[in-house]
């Protein structure tokens, strides 16, 4: 064996040019059709079939594997797409990544290399240059030299093995058994970050007849649980959900290889007898490749629901006090962003609804001390089964503020544009709401101290009312409802303001309280019904 016959430069350049020929692809094929992508990926996903289809059409087209299923880590942490539509999508990107090992097998061994990637790396490289003011030419002079750059890296990588074959006698190489080259593929593929690269040298090595076929199974085998080290990396720091996405992506790539590999001589038999196995090694590895995907598959399909189930109980949901959804979603991904946001903020309506609710009731059974902190106290959350404060609101709101305006409006669709300016004047008057009632806190104690029954009977009246305006207000209705509501509202204010009158004209409650009812009953009125008028101007 003469090594110094292989030119290990010429194949380290051949293998970076051939990823950086993946990366241009990728970015190309997003700077032409990315929102399409997206939206593909949203609308698509409504059920397990669908799903792993989006997953294929995607990946093949896009070319990486990981940029949809990180997408789709995304989607799931904004709660756009399900954990069991998810799962679907990268069971999908299996089978398209599977779309660039039939490109090199049946196109970059078979034609005259480089007379393909030159004209593509000219055409294209001055296309970029002459062309860079119009996105979509732009884009298309990107797309030529990409495919230039991996076609050219592909080229030097088999060059460069091709003197040092000459010198090899397979029957000297020590043979470390299938799970070597399983191992080593795993590990190539989580440290380059591209299945697609791992594959493409095993192809070039089967070309040149460095490996044997079971050997080059192995390392595809390999390959396909190596790359989900991408998604389990994108789930780091996540919520629950997206690390069960990442964790059924490991687990299926796992079981599926085990399976391949365990049913390697019976695929390799069946491959063979249509394929020469002299002639065709390379293709007879992708044949391979998308035998066991395709297997896994359908193996796996019907059985999501059952594993989603187990999935949850591996990584049960901890409900924290944190806003989850945009805490883990990428503001990369701007429609994603918005939904997040919109999540987090129709939560956050949620508990800011029934905190009115806790403040504004007359609890009479309180000790002292707990009245004199009304606003510090804590109060339980119906929406998240926790417990809430007024500062605790008070962050969400900033927090929620503060994401929606890093969010590039440049790239979103008009409806996702009108949705975002919706959600900032939601949290400003949820936030505004809760300061006014924050700011009436001294009169509020006053009035549930009293000892006067008829002051406690009109506050308790106002914190009914308030319950039961808050109790429509929690689900979207018809623009008649708040038209109703309003006049309701009127009417209670006007009757608790009568009420007022009516005892002041017969001397039975204090002058003290007549300022503070008063000034009670016209903030709450006032708060409710800038609440109204903001849901009425979003129908």
Not at 75 to 95: D, E, H, K, W
Not at 167 to 196: C, E, K, N, R
Not at 483 to 489: C, N, S, V
Request: net charge neutral; proline share 2%; aromatic share 10%.
């Amino acid at each position: 064996m003469d090594w110094s016959a292989f030119d290990f430069w010429k194949f380290l350049a051949g293998l970076g040019i051939f990823m950086f020929g993946m990366f241009l692809l990728e970015e190309a094929i997003k700077q032409l059709s990315g929102k399409a992508f997206k939206s593909l990926i949203r609308r698509s996903t409504t059920g397990k079939i669908k799903s792993v289809l989006t997953g294929f059409f995607s990946t093949a087209v896009l070319q990486s594997s990981s940029a949809v299923s990180l997408m789709t880590l995304t989607f799931v942490g904004a709660g756009i797409i399900s954990m069991q539509n998810a799962i679907g999508v990268v069971l999908g990107t299996n089978l398209g990544t599977t779309i660039t090992s039939w490109l090199v097998a049946t196109v970059g061994f078979k034609i005259n290399i480089e007379g393909m990637f030159l004209p593509l790396l000219g055409i294209g490289g001055l296309g970029l240059i002459f062309l860079s003011s119009s996105v979509r030419y732009s884009g298309i002079s990107k797309l030529l030299v990409g495919l230039g750059f991996l076609f050219m890296g592909l080229d030097y990588m088999k060059l460069s093995v091709e003197f040092f074959t000459a010198s090899i006698d397979l029957a000297t190489l020590p043979h470390y058994g299938l799970w070597f080259y399983v191992l080593l593929a795993i590990i190539l593929t989580a440290i380059m970050q591209s299945s697609s690269a791992t594959i493409a040298i095993v192809l070039t090595a089967l070309h040149s007849g460095l490996m044997t076929f079971d050997e080059g199974a192995a390392m595809v085998i390999g390959a396909n649980i190596g790359t989900t080290a991408t998604v389990m990396l994108g789930a780091v720091g996540g919520i629950n959900i997206k690390k069960q996405v990442a964790f059924s992506h490991l687990v299926f790539n796992f079981y599926s290889g085990i399976l391949a590999f365990l049913l390697l001589p019976i695929l390799t038999k069946l491959i063979f007898i249509f394929i020469d196995d002299s002639k065709n090694i390379v293709l007879g590895i992708t044949i391979f490749h998308t035998m066991f995907n395709l297997i896994g598959v359908l193996l796996f399909l019907p059985f999501i629901p059952i594993f989603v189930k187990w999935v949850a109980k591996v990584y049960p949901e901890k409900e924290t006090g944190h806003l989850n959804h945009i805490s883990s979603v990428s503001l990369d991904l701007p429609e994603a962003a918005v939904a997040a946001a919109k999540q987090e903020t129709d939560m956050v309506y949620n508990e800011t609804l029934f905190w009115l609710n806790e403040v504004l009731k007359n609890n009479k059974t309180e000790t002292e001390t707990e009245k004199t902190t009304i606003f510090r106290r804590i109060i339980p959350s119906k929406s998240s089964g926790k417990q809430i404060t007024f500062e605790d609101l008070q962050l969400k709101y900033r927090t929620i503020l503060t994401f929606t305006a890093q969010i590039s409006s440049d790239g979103l669709e008009e409806v996702d544009k009108k949705m975002l300016n919706t959600i900032i004047q939601k949290v400003m008057i949820l936030s505004q709401i809760t300061k006014t009632i924050a700011g009436i806190a001294v009169d509020i104690e006053e009035l549930e101290q009293t000892n006067n029954a008829n002051v406690s009977a009109v506050f308790s009246k106002i914190g009914g009312n308030v319950k039961e305006y808050t109790a429509i207000l929690q689900k979207p209705c018809e623009n008649e409802v708040y038209i109703l509501l309003r006049e309701q509202l009127n009417h209670d204010y006007k009757e608790i303001v009568e009420k007022i009158t009516y005892f002041i004209d017969n001397k039975l409650i204090k002058e003290k309280h007549i300022s503070t009812l008063l000034i009670v009953n016209g903030i709450v009125a006032q708060s409710i019904r800038q609440l109204i008028r903001h849901l009425e101007d979003t129908i």
